[in-house]
């Protein structure tokens, strides 16, 4: 079978490996890939700036995937069933996963970054992590696990109608947060530095109201609330000055939630932090009963998980057309297709 490997950083490989049998240990379901959504994280460490990666690696971990066959006690999925793929898990129980929060694991393992993700036809994967709907596409089943990263940031902010809310970053885990934003019933600002991206965010998910980054974004943010600041910020940038600067956009008492992150220290002035009585709060990865929830979202119409798939690869075509896609000014989200 096919499978295509990040050797290191700005080189690719592909190799010609035998495909895994159907004699699969208890538990365990062999797929075949169709679609694979590009992250952040694949972009990140095709350049050499992923934390904590190491190569070679098979990356991939949005994936929309087909059961090829089953282990003897599966019954959760079966033969011919499409499904999305819970792309983490934990190697053993700890404190973390005892108390509910499998996400925050010691050993948490995340396909296309612990371990081998889903550049390949065929993978063997435990049948616990897998999300079946035959009513969704495989474009709709790849783009699950990126949604359900805005869907968590969300539920950690514990927003109401009753809230005003800014989204910072409109890349698709800002798109997707917005989209979940808007099924509570809040009001929604979106910001970014590209004015590009605005427009998009606008066209995608109707919201608005929309401030670039590079203004006097507290007076802009003032004058659009009459005076008034939210009381919900969600950064989805990963960039550190845009995260310390939301200490300062936010109302008294009002709720920070960091999606991205970066390599270093978040500092803030204290004191304002202690006068506001902020509340801030990080969000990993998601949780298992996301992915149920969306398909059924996806299925319903109330959720858009296509309209920002912007490219396509095929996946012969990965290893020449990858690096392209820094280039490309209006990219929100690629996909693999293997034909």
């Given at each position: 079978?096919?499978?295509?490997?990040?050797?290191?950083?700005?080189?690719?490989?592909?190799?010609?490996?035998?495909?895994?049998?159907?004699?699969?240990?208890?538990g365990?379901?062999?797929?075949?890939?169709?679609?694979?959504?590009?992250?952040?994280?694949?972009?990140?460490?095709?350049?050499?700036?992923?934390p904590?990666?190491?190569?070679p690696?098979?990356?991939?971990?949005?994936?929309?995937?087909?059961v090829?066959?089953?282990?003897?006690?599966?019954?959760?999925?079966?033969?011919?069933?499409?499904?999305?793929?819970?792309?983490?898990?934990?190697?053993?129980?700890?404190?973390?996963?005892?108390?509910?929060?499998?996400?925050?694991?010691?050993?948490?393992?995340?396909?296309?970054?612990?371990?081998?993700?889903?550049?390949q036809?065929?993978?063997?994967?435990?049948?616990?992590?897998?999300h079946?709907?035959?009513?969704?596409?495989?474009d709709?089943?790849?783009m699950?696990?990126?949604l359900?990263?805005?869907?968590?940031?969300?539920?950690?902010?514990?927003?109401?109608?009753?809230?005003?809310?800014?989204?910072?970053?409109?890349?698709?885990?800002?798109?997707?947060?917005?989209?979940?934003?808007?099924?509570?019933?809040?009001?929604?600002?979106?910001?970014?530095?590209?004015?590009?991206?605005?427009?998009?965010?606008?066209?995608?998910?109707?919201?608005?109201?929309?401030?670039?980054?590079s203004?006097?974004?507290?007076?802009?943010?003032?004058?659009?609330?009459?005076?008034?600041?939210?009381?919900?910020?969600?950064?989805a940038?990963?960039?550190?000055?845009?995260?310390?600067?939301?200490?300062k956009?936010?109302?008294a008492?009002?709720?920070?939630?960091?999606i991205?992150?970066?390599?270093g220290?978040?500092v803030?002035?204290?004191?304002s932090?202690?006068?506001?009585?902020l509340?801030?709060k990080?969000s990993?990865?998601?949780?298992?009963?996301?992915?149920?929830?969306?398909?059924?979202?996806?299925?319903?119409?109330?959720i858009?998980?296509?309209?920002?798939?912007?490219?396509?690869?095929?996946?012969?075509?990965?290893?020449?057309?990858?690096?392209?896609?820094?280039?490309?000014?209006?990219?929100?989200?690629?996909?693999?297709?293997?034909?």
């Amino acid at each position: 079978m096919k499978v295509v490997r990040l050797k290191e950083p700005g080189i690719w490989e592909k190799l010609d490996i035998e495909q895994p049998n159907e004699e699969l240990a208890s538990g365990n379901v062999l797929l075949k890939v169709n679609k694979i959504g590009v992250c952040g994280t694949d972009l990140h460490a095709f350049k050499g700036q992923q934390p904590f990666f190491s190569y070679p690696k098979i990356l991939g971990h949005e994936l929309a995937v087909e059961v090829v066959a089953v282990a003897d006690d599966v019954t959760n999925v079966k033969i011919g069933d499409r499904c999305s793929v819970e792309p983490y898990y934990n190697e053993g129980v700890n404190q973390a996963v005892r108390n509910g929060k499998p996400n925050c694991g010691d050993n948490l393992r995340v396909l296309g970054v612990h371990v081998d993700g889903g550049m390949q036809e065929y993978f063997v994967y435990p049948a616990k992590f897998l999300h079946a709907t035959n009513s969704l596409t495989d474009d709709q089943l790849a783009m699950i696990e990126p949604l359900a990263i805005g869907c968590h940031a969300v539920d950690r902010a514990d927003i109401d109608e009753n809230d005003i809310v800014l989204v910072i970053g409109c890349g698709p885990i800002g798109l997707g947060t917005i989209q979940f934003v808007q099924l509570k019933g809040a009001r929604v600002i979106a910001m970014d530095i590209d004015d590009a991206k605005l427009k998009s965010c606008q066209e995608i998910t109707k919201v608005k109201d929309t401030i670039n980054a590079s203004s006097n974004v507290e007076e802009e943010l003032k004058t659009l609330l009459n005076g008034d600041l939210p009381t919900v910020i969600l950064d989805a940038t990963g960039n550190s000055t845009s995260m310390m600067n939301t200490f300062k956009y936010a109302a008294a008492g009002g709720t920070i939630v960091f999606i991205g992150l970066f390599m270093g220290d978040v500092v803030f002035h204290d004191p304002s932090f202690h006068k506001k009585e902020l509340t801030l709060k990080a969000s990993r990865a998601a949780m298992g009963e996301d992915f149920g929830r969306i398909i059924r979202l996806i299925e319903a119409g109330k959720i858009d998980a296509t309209s920002f798939i912007t490219h396509r690869i095929n996946f012969d075509d990965v290893t020449t057309e990858f690096e392209k896609l820094y280039s490309e000014k209006d990219l929100i989200k690629a996909i693999i297709e293997i034909n």
